[in-house]
């Protein structure tokens, strides 16, 4: 199941206004370890699954890659990044994640930033992405947390005064289709584990190079102080993958 809430007007008017659409990638509180899995971009074909606005892509050629395509089913969010790119060595393309389909070795690397848990079967994109990536190529990606996923409501547990207490974690196990609130909309996610990512990367052939599950740096939450409570569970899980 594809679906494209990007595209509507009032969805996309509010996710304009978010702190890591206005400030990029450096409004993001999980880049640093993200940018840190990455591998040396230089010269290297790149592959963004999800782009978004773009700024990745933009990082990419910053860093010197050869070639950049990044794709989203967004026509809105592929405007906006046209928008911003200046660069005849990006291209964006609009296109679903389930529905990539490129030749063997097209890529050098392939990245994705929070876009893997709109997806269904994980475990195929696993296998398309291998397939195009050249020997030794790098997977590396973001998700939310399934330990964020896990609950379709995906909120705190408030106390009588409207305090954060914790962060409740219920059927963790029961993998599959959630619908959730984001921007005041309902938008489907899909859960599933740790072991469910980590698996599916390693049937498909790679080799898992790297986990995180960052929290916001010093720097982040000085500048965003609503950030703090991110310190208190993880909302991002980060892996880097090579194929074997």
């Known amino acids: 199941m594809q679906q494209n809430k990007y ?3 009032g969805f996309f008017e509010k996710y304009s206004q978010m702190a890591r659409s206005v400030g990029g990638l450096e409004a993001a509180g999980e880049w640093p370890a993200l940018r840190a899995l990455l591998p040396d971009l230089k010269d290297k074909r790149v592959l963004d699954l999800g782009c978004g606005y773009g700024w990745h892509c933009l990082y990419a050629r910053e860093q010197e890659a050869r070639s950049v395509l990044g794709i989203d089913l967004s026509e809105r969010m592929l405007a906006r990044a046209r928008e911003m790119t200046d660069d005849p060595r990006i291209e964006y393309r609009q296109m679903g994640i389930e529905d990539i389909d490129f030749g063997p070795g097209a890529f050098d690397v392939v990245l994705s930033s929070l876009a893997l848990h709109y997806v269904e079967r994980f475990d195929s994109i696993c296998e398309k992405v291998r397939h195009s990536l050249v020997p030794g190529g790098s997977f590396v990606f973001s998700a939310e947390h399934p330990m964020f996923t ?17 962060w409740p974690v219920d059927d963790y196990q029961e993998e599959g289709l959630r619908q959730a609130r984001f921007l005041d909309s309902d938008v489907v996610k899909y859960h599933r584990t740790v072991a469910t990512y980590m698996n599916a990367l ?7 190079r790297r986990v995180s599950e960052p ?17 208190r569970r993880p909302i991002f899980l980060l892996i880097a993958a090579v194929k074997e």
Not at 154 to 159: A, F, L
Not at 215 to 231: H, N
């Open 150 to 166: 896990a609950r379709a409501e995906q909120d705190w547990h408030y106390g009588p005064a409207g305090e954060r207490m914790h």
């Open 202 to 208: 390693i049937d498909a052939g790679f080799r898992i």
């Open 7 to 9: 595209d509507d007007p």
């Open 215 to 231: 929290q916001p740096t010093p720097e982040a939450l000085d500048r965003y102080p609503d950030m703090r409570d991110e310190t």
